[in-house]
Nanobody, 116 residues
């Protein structure tokens, strides 16, 4: 069974913080790079941050120094800590395995809304 379940979204004011969680099934998580994506209304889905199995991370330039991706391999969970949120961060956030075998698997997403 393949599972990706995002949670932790919500409504915050500009400058606020949120931490997103993504619980994954072991087969899609273990040993694989994981990523957070987001999709704002009327825009294409974009990759926000990724973390490989060794903990190496990369970020979209616009979120660097504000977002932190991490993973707990014992819990098959990936996190996205977001601080100093801006209205342009408003989107549905998704997590995804970067293993090509699971390329078509997406969770339901979690809505992040940042009010100005």
């Amino acid at each position: 069974q393949v599972q990706l379940a995002e949670s932790g979204g919500g409504l915050v004011h500009t400058g606020g913080s949120l931490t997103l969680s993504c619980a994954a099934s072991r087969n899609i998580f273990s040993g694989n790079s994981m990523a957070w994506y987001r999709q704002a209304p009327g825009k294409q889905r974009e990759a926000v941050a990724l973390i490989d199995s060794d903990g190496f991370t990369r970020y979209l330039n616009s979120v660097r120094d504000r977002f932190t991706i991490s993973r707990d391999n014992a819990k098959n969970t990936v996190y996205l800590q977001m601080i100093s949120l801006k209205p342009e961060d408003t989107a549905v956030y998704y997590c995804k395995s970067l293993n090509a075998d699971y390329n078509n698997y997406w969770g339901q997403g979690t809505q992040v809304t940042v009010s100005s």
